[in-house]
Every structure is written in C-alpha cells, then in structure tokens.
C-alpha cells in the first residue's frame, strides 16, 4: 500500500491537467484531508476502504440494479451486456487510485489490496453492491409496507422467484459449460446459496468487480426471498389467528342462528343424548368443525347457544 511519504513528488506543470483522477486542493477537502491522514498513520485497511468511498465514491450503480426477475441473467444480449459490464470493470478498478494535488505536491491514494487484504476488499465490495442498490432498497421497503410491489401481491412474487429459481437450477445443472451465461450463473447461484445458509464467504484471492456482483445479487436475492417466505408466514398465521379468534372468521352466530333454526342443533343433541359416550363437549366440539371455527370456540359457542334458547323462552 502506498504511503505519502513515498508518493510525494515534485510537482510537473506540464502533467497536471492530463493526468487521471487528479484532485487539486485536496488541502480544502475534509474527507481528503481525514483519507490522507489514516493512509499516514497505517490504520487498518478495512478502515482505509470506507474513508476512501467517503472521498471517492466507487459507482458501482454502473452495473445493473436489483431485478427480482433477475433479467440480467436470461438477457438476449448476454454479450451486449458483458460488454458494457467489462468497461465498468476497467472504470472501478481505475477509481481504485487517486491522485491529490496540494501545493507543489502529489498525493497517491491508493486502496488496490495486495495479498492478505484481497478478503478484506472483496467483502467490502459486496456490501457495497447490497447497500448502493437504491432499486433493491425500495423494493424491500416496499414489501415491508405494502405487502405488494408493482401491482403484484407476496403470493404472485414468491410464485415468480420460484420459476426464476428452477431456471437458474436447470442451468446449473450442466457445470461443465463454458458458456458466458452459465458461468454467469453459477456465481450468482453460490451467492444465493451463501445467502440462503447464512453464510458469509471469504474470498483470499483477486476477483473482478463483476464476480462481486455477481455474488452480491445472488445473496440479496436469496434475502428477497427470505422476506417474501417470512411474510407469507406471517400473513397465514394472522389469518389462522382471525379465523380462531372469538368473533374471527365467517360471521359464527348467524351459522349457529340457521343450524338452530333447521334443527340441526337439536338433532345433535337427541343423538348424542342416546349416545353411550354421551358428552356436552362433544356437541360443541362438533358445531365448531360444522361452521369452520377452533375447538378454543367451543365456551362462545356452548354460551351462544344458551343465549338463543333463553330468548326463544
């Protein structure tokens, strides 16, 4: 990593406005100022990384935004996209070193990780993807607010990532493809899988800023999916909660009112008196499963039905 000390040099008039990503009065520039200082003093790199985002924001919305169809992956112009994709590449690993200007000086700011610090950037890099992704952000706001996205219900959602899913996995099925697609495929599929087992992958050696992505998308699908499951549970258990609950579900007293009214009730109960295992419970127990309503009912029911025949006295 390179340090001030020894990036500083004489300053040439001649190169100043030719060169790349040169930052004049970096002296004036508090972020600048705060980067330089912690490449001074050798803090750590991790803590290097963030300042130099501060300072020089890595664009990493070049690539494309979270789509829960992922049609990134089933583009046509799979290699129209690549294309582009490869000139983001070349553009984030340039942003990777800074030039900064103060006085008569030259200030290398350069974040390239070197050996041990390549797990340290390429984790770095995938939060980045998964916190920038301002798309993936109002997506999963939007779930937690609205239960929909797009005119399209948690239901119809999970349903969709169930068809993406099986395509990915028929994909991944052939793994000896070369094809760009396919391996495409199979890194966002281990990030998914990561995602999906919680599992946060150490990555020790050098990968491209597209793998990153890659990977990154596959775990914030993998989280996509985890809230759209974790709503749906929540919306049957609600449901279930509605259904059971005293004066939850179908309106329960004007079915008990219509089966009074047929003799039904009354039925039940001349059956059940001539019945060996002759038991009030089991009366209510039976009118509960008749209009759809939770044993737990059974007292409102027992009490309701008391209530008809008092008034009827």
């Given amino acids: 990593m390179r340090l001030p000390a020894r990036a500083v040099s004489s300053f040439n008039r001649k190169a100043t406005m030719e060169e790349s990503h040169l930052i004049q009065d970096g002296k004036n520039n508090k972020g ?27 664009p990493t919305s070049c690539f494309t935004p979270f789509d829960p169809a992922l049609s990134f992956l089933f583009h046509k112009n799979i290699l129209q996209t690549d294309y582009k994709w490869q000139q ?17 000086k030259r200030i290398v700011l350069d974040i390239t990780p070197r050996n041990s610090q390549r797990s340290v950037f390429n ?3 995938i ?14 706001a939007a779930l937690q607010s609205f239960a929909s996205w797009e005119g399209r219900s948690i239901p119809e959602l999970y349903e ?23 391996q495409m495929t199979r890194v966002f599929y281990l990030g998914y899988a990561d995602g ?14 597209i793998e990153l992505y890659l990977y990154a998308q596959g775990q914030m699908f993998a989280e996509y999916r985890r809230l759209l499951s974790a709503k749906l549970q929540a919306t ?45 419970n089991l009366l209510d127990t039976t009118l509960c499963f008749i209009i759809g ?12 039905l008391d209530s008809i025949r008092l008034q009827r006295r």
Avoid at 293 to 304: D, N, T
Wanted: charge should be positive; charged fraction near 25%.
């Fill in 293 to 304: 309503q939770h044993q737990k009912m059974s007292a409102a029911i027992r009490s309701y």
């Fill in 196 to 209: 999906t087992g919680g599992v946060k992958k150490q990555f020790p050696y050098k990968r491209k800023f």
């Fill in 127 to 140: 939060d980045l993807f998964r916190s920038c992704d301002g798309c993936f952000a109002s997506l999963l």
């Fill in 123 to 125: 984790a770095f890099v």
């Fill in 236 to 280: 049957a258990t609600a449901q279930a909660d509605f259904i059971f609950s005293p004066g939850g579900g179908p309106d329960w007293k004007a079915q008990l009112q219509l089966l009074q009214k047929t003799g039904i009730v009354d039925l039940l109960e001349s059956r059940f008196a001539q019945s060996e295992t002759s038991n009030i």
């Fill in 88 to 104: 983001t590449e070349k553009q984030l690993a340039a942003r990777l070193r800074q030039t900064v200007v103060i006085g008569e």
């Fill in 32 to 58: 600048i100022k705060e980067l330089m200082d912690a490449f001074a003093s050798r803090v750590n790199y991790k803590t290097r990384l963030q300042l130099y985002q501060r300072a020089f924001p890595l």
């Fill in 160 to 182: 969709e990532s169930n068809a993406v899913l099986r395509r990915i996995q028929d994909a991944m099925n052939d793994r000896k493809s070369i094809r760009l697609e396919d």
